[in-house]
């Protein structure tokens, strides 16, 4: 059973930045794709960045040019360095993982994952 760690929320101001961490635990070997969702308050649950069967990497429209998804296989560790904050990006972020490749299972559908973290909150906030 897979195992998703997630750290690195908190509050910061507008423009500001933020970096957070996943790191998976409980798995033995494999390719296990990754990616980062958030939920807002009253809003569904929205795919932020992820890597598609290819190793591309796909980010929602309202956060490209500001975040940056990375990964080290060496450490099973995912991470999301978040800049120029905005109080929008207000939410829980949670960490999701999957073993399904293939083009329908694309990276920023909630569907797509089988694995989720427990969430980090994130607050931007003056």
């Known amino acids: 059973q897979v195992q998703l760690v997630e750290s690195g929320g908190g509050s910061v101001q507008p423009g500001g930045s933020l970096r957070l961490s996943c790191t998976a635990f409980?798995?033995?070997?494999?390719?296990?794709?990754m990616g980062w969702f958030r939920q807002a308050p009253g809003k569904e649950r929205e795919g932020v960045a992820g890597?598609?069967?290819?190793?591309?990497?796909n980010y929602a429209d309202s956060v490209k040019g500001r975040f940056t998804i990375s990964k080290d296989n060496s450490k099973n560790t995912l991470y999301l360095q978040m800049n120029s904050l905005k109080p929008e990006d207000t939410a829980m972020y949670y960490c999701?993982?999957?073993?399904?490749?293939?083009?329908?299972?694309?990276?920023?559908?909630?569907?797509?994952?089988?694995?989720w973290g427990q969430g980090t909150q994130v607050t931007v906030s003056s």
């Open positions: 999701a993982a999957t073993w399904r490749y293939g083009g329908m299972w694309p990276p920023l559908l909630r569907n797509t994952y089988n694995y």
């Open positions: 409980g798995y033995a070997s494999g390719s296990l794709r």
């Open positions: 890597f598609d069967s290819a190793g591309s990497i």
